[in-house]
């Protein structure tokens, strides 16, 4: 006995959905300026004030050229105001953190 001819799958049956690619991650520069800043606080938290401090404010100085450098879609969780905004306040935070560093007396230094 033979077996019975199957049918031929239709054209509809026989394409089969192709699968949807997973949406491509993008980098986003927000978690470059959170290490920078973390290092910045672990540098700190070995009794470094000034180098952890000059760390930290490289970070938000970095976050201020990123901002200013970057497309907004691009800029991704740094873009929380105008570009003019953005910059300013992340430029003049670095320059803050930056001067109050180099002038804060520390316990033991000459």
């Known amino acids: 006995m033979s077996e019975p001819d199957s ?6 049956e026989s394409t ?8 491509r991650r993008r980098f986003d520069p927000l978690l470059a300026v959170v290490v920078l800043v973390a290092a910045g606080i672990a540098v700190i938290t070995v009794h470094q004030l000034r180098l952890g401090l000059y760390v930290v404010a490289a970070g938000l100085g970095a976050a201020a050229v990123l901002r200013l450098l970057l497309r907004p879609r691009a800029a991704g969780s740094l873009l929380v105001r105008s570009r003019q905004t953005d910059v300013v306040v992340l430029a003049g935070l670095a320059v803050a953190i930056a001067v109050l560093a180099a002038l804060t007396p520390l316990a033991g230094a000459s």
């Open 7 to 12: 049918p031929e799958p239709t054209q509809a």
């Open 16 to 23: 089969q959905p192709e699968l949807a690619r997973p949406p």
